[in-house]
């Protein structure tokens, strides 16, 4: 497909494109490292990364490259996580106004029990509703890959997860 439509200013289609999105980026980024405060400067990083390559980026396929963005900040961020300070207490994380805190914690909790690139999958698969040839293409891995993975990440929330009937 083509570029963005000739006579709109770059500015004004980014602007365009940053408001109806970044809701949606925030909560993929969310569900990739279950903090608030981390989701907003995944989502910052992304934009700005995304801004400097605006004139390059197909309107077709923008919405994957800031998916890939947005996924290469957080895997970094996790390896980065071994050499950041420690504190001995994690700092207050309140939820969004209309969120329900306490399910956010379980949510929170449960995910935070899988390996990054699980977390990822997962989120991938089921918040952002990508198929698995789209995780697999976006995080450079076969299919299959995506496919065990992802089934892992979601036995391991199975099984730390009341049962929906409320049975364990």
């Known amino acids: 497909m083509g570029r963005w439509p000739v006579g709109k200013p770059r500015d004004a289609d ?4 940053f408001a109806a999105r970044v809701q949606r980026f925030r ?13 907003e400067d995944l989502v ?13 980026v197909r309107p077709d396929t923008v919405d994957a490259y800031a998916r890939r963005i947005l996924l290469n900040a957080f895997l970094a961020g996790q ?5 950041e300070l420690v504190m001995s207490a994690p700092p207050e994380r309140t939820a969004p106004t209309g969120y329900d805190s306490h ?8 995910l935070s029990g899988l390996t990054p690139r699980q977390r990822a999958m997962v989120v991938l698969r089921f918040l ?14 076969a299919e299959g890959t995506v496919k065990s993975q992802t089934a892992r990440g979601v036995e391991a929330l199975r099984a730390v997860l009341p049962s929906p009937s409320g049975k364990e």
């Open 27 to 39: 909560r993929l980024a969310f569900g990739m490292c279950g903090d608030w405060h981390g989701a």
């Open 44 to 56: 910052q990083a992304t934009f700005v990364q995304l801004y400097r390559h605006w004139r390059r």
């Open 103 to 110: 399910d956010r914690i379980d949510l929170e909790r449960v």
């Open 79 to 83: 390896r980065k996580r071994g050499r």
């Open 14 to 17: 980014f602007s365009e494109y």
């Open 128 to 141: 952002e509703d990508l198929s698995v040839a789209e995780v697999a293409s976006l995080l450079g891995v």
